[in-house]
């Protein structure tokens, strides 16, 4: 083992010990392990000359979407042929950043609004796709981290109505015909991290022409929102609680709980399409990675994160089971 897996073993030790031990209540997850099942090449081929000994670090964070992307990714490292660490299931964006940043892991999966936003401090997103994943592409460059072309998926919040409500509001498809419906009818469920983000709830009205408290024509009654847990969000809009609920664009219970997202139709939300993150060294090192992660990240898109998180959350099935089958499914590994 070399002195910088050493380093790498010690610092993320602290870190995952806890999130392993512990069952994701709430999701149907078991802990997530460095488990994968064996898997062979697809189109993923090993990496011709490749030395041996080829390691690769991959990290991700601890909730059901990363997980599974981090599984993606360990699965992909291995059809190329390298010998993987595992370290998915690090508990907080900060310490996967840290983990990225130092170069004690070599590859994760990142949200361009994340990095743009919560690591490098801007005040505001880039509600275009493309240039905001340009824009934090060449800022992390200075940090010796490479992005690779973005997944179609944009993991950025949006807020649903339940299917069945829609005709009574109007046939509503898009957030600006919010202001046209009665006040009555203009309720809220949200959870308190967005209630309360420079970036949130009360801008995103303001963005609409609408007002949090007041009397007016435009008001948002104070009454008519509801501060939820983020699981209960998702449940309360099913139930008619609230008509319109905050939710995150590719999370599973919306397909599952019939949820129709509305449109941002005048692009409040920044985007956060993920894509794959390599430590510069380890990809000028190794310049085939980008055409093995290149050949996966047209593939996830909004709807097929949809349905993968859907599997764990809903079926409670195995992150690393569900990330699997759909390699095997797309071609990419074979079974082993």
């Not at 380093?7 to 602290?14: D, S």
């Not at 601890?62 to 660490?85: R, S």
């Not at 957030?175 to 959870?191: M, Y």
């Not at 949090?212 to 509801?226: E, H, M, Q, R, T």
Request: proline share 5%; charged share 25%; aromatic share 8%.
């Amino acid at each position: 083992m070399t002195t910088r897996t050493r380093t790498r073993r010690r610092i993320v030790a602290g870190l995952v010990a806890g999130a392993a031990a512990l069952a994701l209540t709430g999701c149907g997850l078991q802990p997530a392990t460095s488990f994968v099942p064996a898997a062979e090449p697809g189109t993923i081929k090993r990496i011709d000359d490749l030395p041996d000994g080829a390691h690769i670090t991959v990290t991700s964070k601890n909730f059901t979407e990363q997980l599974v992307l981090g599984k993606i990714a360990v699965l992909a490292a291995k059809a190329a042929g390298f010998e993987v660490t595992d370290e998915t299931n690090v508990p907080g964006s900060v310490a996967v950043r840290q983990l990225m940043t130092s170069h004690d892991a070599d590859m994760t999966y990142e949200y361009t609004g994340t990095a743009w936003l919560t690591y490098m401090g801007h005040k505001e997103g880039i509600p275009d796709k493309t240039e905001q994943w340009q824009a934090v592409k060449d800022e992390d460059a200075e940090n010796g981290l490479t992005w690779l072309d973005p997944a179609p998926m944009n993991n950025t919040y949006a807020f649903a109505v339940r299917k069945e409500a829609v005709k009574g509001l109007g046939g509503i498809t898009k957030l600006s015909q919010i202001a046209d419906l009665p006040a009555d009818q203009r309720t809220f469920c949200v959870e308190s991290e967005f209630n309360s983000r420079a970036d949130g709830f009360k801008p995103m009205l303001a963005k609409y022409g609408l007002q949090l408290g007041g009397s007016g024509a435009n008001a948002i009654p104070k009454g008519n929102v509801d501060i939820l847990d983020t699981g209960t969000v998702y449940t309360a809009t099913d139930r008619g609680t609230c008509n319109f609920g905050e939710v995150f664009t590719t999370d599973g219970r919306i397909k599952s709980l019939g949820l129709q997202v509305l449109e941002d139709d005048e692009g409040f939300f920044p985007a956060y399409n993920v894509a794959p993150v390599l430590s510069s060294s380890v990809l000028s090192e190794y310049p085939e990675l980008e055409d093995v992660y290149d050949q996966i990240s047209p593939k996830l898109t909004d709807a097929v994160l949809q349905e993968l998180n859907r599997q764990v959350d809903v079926e409670g099935r195995e992150p690393a089971d569900v990330a699997f089958d759909w390699m095997v499914k797309e071609g990419f590994v074979t079974r082993g």
